[in-house]
């Protein structure tokens, strides 16, 4: 059973920082991609963000330059820095993670609110 714990949400101000982190358990591999989805009040879910196996990462055009993902290869963790936040990046984040058997997997969801 493939688990993915997320941690990092909360309340910012505009301008504001926050990081998410998505550590996985369980058997994992083998690992095509893990990124973050995120889904507004309203809206569908969309990709902000992923990195592939290869270390390719890519980046959805409203979050570029803003959001860094990284990951530890180690750990198959990833991280969202995510910088200059805005009030319309307020949303639920998901991490997910893709193998490379066809099965993703998803976090339980970690509330963004930017607000003043």
């Known amino acids: 059973q493939v688990q993915l714990v997320e941690s990092g949400g909360g309340l910012v101000q505009p301008g504001g920082s926050l990081r998410l982190s998505c550590a996985p358990s369980g058997i994992i591999l083998p690992i095509n991609a893990m990124g973050w989805y995120r889904q507004a009040p309203g809206k569908e879910r969309e990709l902000v963000a992923r990195i592939y196996t290869s270390g390719t990462t890519t980046y959805a055009d409203p979050i570029k330059g803003r959001f860094t993902l990284s990951r530890d290869a180690a750990k198959n963790t990833v991280y969202l820095q995510m910088n200059s936040l805005k009030p319309e990046d307020t949303a639920v984040y998901y991490c997910?993670?893709?193998?490379?058997?066809?099965?993703?997997?998803w976090g339980q969801g970690s509330q963004v609110t930017v607000s003043s």
């Open positions: 997910y993670l893709n193998q490379r058997t066809g099965n993703t997997y």
